[in-house]
């Protein structure tokens, strides 16, 4: 956790195989989704933290593309494998951060770890860097079905989820470690507005995509054709 000036601590990002610390202008407050209570804070990054996650995309580039894909597939079979492991420790934060009830929160659990091990492959996307980014109606299945089928197909990612919902994604990142996945390949940034602004306009990442809300897909999508970046709305 990153100290924040005051209330309670921050997340920090996942770059480079590990926690990043950075010092972020601003913080947008997560608060229990069912009692009010304070969480945790998500730092609002933007260009210089996404310019990081880009180079250790790009330089972990190399090495995961020429990874045999039945390694790259093992390696994602891992890491489901290991979401199954904690899957009552996942549950409880997408309970925490989306008020979901129980049995809803593990079923999004079970659906992450069925787009972790799927065969969906996103074949046009060998040897890229994605900004991948998605709202927090489903931050943890959105995120695996997002990021899988990426990494299949032997791209990378830099990942943004919601500023409502960073400690999902954040245990999912740091759990892809743990599991394996080469440094680099799987990078997390945390922000708002400045940060998609960001992911669209670094010249390190290949094309963005976006899962969520229409009107918000909208405004990615305006910021991506502003830039010029090759852009996708998802489901």
């Known amino acids: 956790m990153m100290l924040s000036p005051d209330g309670p601590p921050a997340l920090p990002l996942w770059i480079h195989g590990r926690a990043f610390l950075t010092m972020a202008p601003a913080f947008y407050e997560v608060r229990h989704a069912v009692t009010g209570a304070p969480l945790r804070r998500t730092p609002l990054c933007g260009a210089t933290e996404v310019a990081e996650a880009a180079r250790a995309a790009r330089a972990a580039l ?98 943004k989820p919601s500023p409502r919902t960073p400690g999902v994604a954040y245990a999912l990142v740091e759990l892809s470690g743990r599991v394996g996945l080469p440094a680099g390949v799987v990078n997390l940034v945390q922000g708002d507005t400045a940060a998609l602004e960001a992911l669209c306009a670094e010249p390190g990442i290949d094309r963005v995509a976006f899962s969520g809300r229409a009107e918000l897909a909208a405004q990615v999508a305006a910021m991506a054709a502003h830039s010029g970046k090759p852009f996708a709305a998802l489901a």
Request: some cysteine.
């Open 62 to 159: 190399p090495a995961w593309q020429g990874l045999a894909a039945e390694q790259r597939a093992a390696l994602l079979e891992a890491w489901a494998a290991g979401l199954a492991r904690y899957a009552a420790h996942f549950a409880q934060l997408v309970r925490e951060e989306t008020g979901k009830a129980e049995a809803e929160a593990s079923a999004e659990v079970e659906a992450a770890q069925a787009a972790l091990a799927s065969l969906a492959c996103s074949c046009e996307d060998a040897g890229r860097v994605l900004g991948l980014a998605w709202d927090d109606r489903a931050p943890l299945a959105t995120a695996a079905a997002l990021l899988a089928p990426v990494l299949r197909a032997g791209g990378c990612a830099v990942l």
